[in-house]
């Protein structure tokens, strides 16, 4: 192992600039799809049956949207709007409807999307009538003019798109009413009437080799004054970039936007020593006699493929214990090049889900193996 770690070191580690596919069989395209729908307190004790094959059948619904987009050859792009619009439509979701109230009793929506191929972004926050605000956040991205918009500007934006916009009641639900009126009445703090992030998000990677992360929520229960979280902030909750990896995040705001996580976990791990020349070019490759011989190695890719899925685990949770050292909680979803789905929270459990061309479907809540 050593050898080969020196010798690839030496070599660039130009295979990861190969497209995941060509890895394989050229004639099966490699794509790799990851969803949550927020982290926290979630304990199997306080939930029955029922309400979790309800929660597992959402998750299973919005993996298949995006699957099946990837399944078809269509973009990581499109993948992430497909996988995230149904949780944007479910209330069972703080996105979109199901939204949580702010401290003034609205909801108020933020969301971002990222295309890993270009670093092109949209983020928008605050908004009160965009039925589905991943979608805005990517007209914003393709307008191309800027990169965040908030509040009453980026309504008027929206009615440019042909977006479908929703009286604000739409959005409202009992349950959400309920959590901000005993926070009131209680004087509570928004993760004791919460005790989860129910953001959502999806990262992807597509048959061409591109990556794409979106994230959308309603934020916390009684935020005041504009309060915006992590999820809408290009670094912080939502990040892709060819080069590394695509990453969405769920948690405690404040914390995910000091340590800069989406963005952290992908520069960490594009400079690994498995990863750190991730980008590089057919023609710095070809500067390494080694590397064809490393090539027609099946046991030396599969060892580089394996060491990279280590490291870009190690990565997400290294970054996720400095969250936790400043004193915030959460998770993140993050997809690789090379079509790794990765999971890493600090929380008894998450809702999450993935699956890949390889077969791989499953949803999961709880810390523990389902």
């Not at 995230?84 to 996105?95: C, H, L, Q, S, T």
């Not at 949209?122 to 800027?146: E, F, Q, Y």
């Not at 980008?279 to 030396?300: K, R």
């Not at 870009?312 to 949770?317: E, I, L, N």
Request: hydrophobic share 40%.
């Amino acid at each position: 192992m050593k050898t080969l770690f020196t010798v690839l070191s030496a070599a660039s580690f130009a295979l990861l600039s190969i497209p995941a596919h060509a890895q394989d069989d050229a004639d099966a395209p490699r794509w790799s799809i990851a969803i949550h729908g927020g982290a926290g307190v979630i304990l199997r004790e306080n939930m029955s049956a029922e309400q979790q094959a309800e929660y597992e059948a959402a998750l299973q619904a919005a993996l298949d949207a995006g699957a099946e987009v990837l399944r078809n050859g269509g973009s990581a792009m499109d993948a992430v709007k497909a996988a995230i619009v149904p949780m944007e439509d479910d209330e069972k979701f703080n996105a979109g409807r199901g939204a949580v109230y702010t401290w003034e009793g609205r909801n108020e929506l933020d969301a971002a999307i990222m295309d890993g191929s270009d670093r092109s972004a949209g983020a928008i926050t605050g908004v009160t009538t965009v039925k589905n605000p991943i979608l805005l956040a990517d007209a914003v991205r393709s307008d191309g003019r800027h990169v965040f918009l908030s509040g009453a500007g980026a309504e008027e934006f929206a009615g440019d798109t042909g977006l479908e916009l929703v009286d604000p009641t739409y959005f409202g639900t009992e349950r959400r009413k309920e959590a901000l009126e005993r926070m009131k009445a209680k004087q509570l703090s928004a993760l004791d009437v919460d005790h989860k992030f129910g953001t959502v998000g999806a990262v992807a990677l597509d048959s061409h080799g591109n990556l794409a992360a979106g994230t959308s929520t309603g934020g916390l229960t009684g935020k005041r004054w504009g309060r915006i979280g992590d999820a809408p902030v290009i670094g912080a909750g939502t990040y892709a970039d060819n080069r590394s990896c695509a990453v969405s995040a769920t948690g405690a705001g404040e914390y995910f936007i000091r340590v800069g996580v989406a963005q952290e976990i992908c520069t960490r791990l594009r400079y690994q020593p498995v990863g750190w020349s991730i980008y590089a070019d057919d023609a710095g490759a070809a500067e390494h006699p080694a590397l064809p011989d490393i090539l027609s190695d099946e046991e030396a890719v599969a060892e580089l493929y394996e060491s990279y899925l280590v490291a870009a685990q190690g990565t997400a949770d290294v970054v996720m214990s400095e969250v936790a050292e400043l004193g915030g909680d959460g998770g993140v979803i993050l997809v690789t090049p090379q079509g790794h789905t990765i999971f890493s929270f600090n929380t008894p459990g998450m809702y999450r889900g993935r699956a890949n061309s390889e077969g791989l479907n499953e949803v999961a809540i709880f810390e523990a193996a389902e």
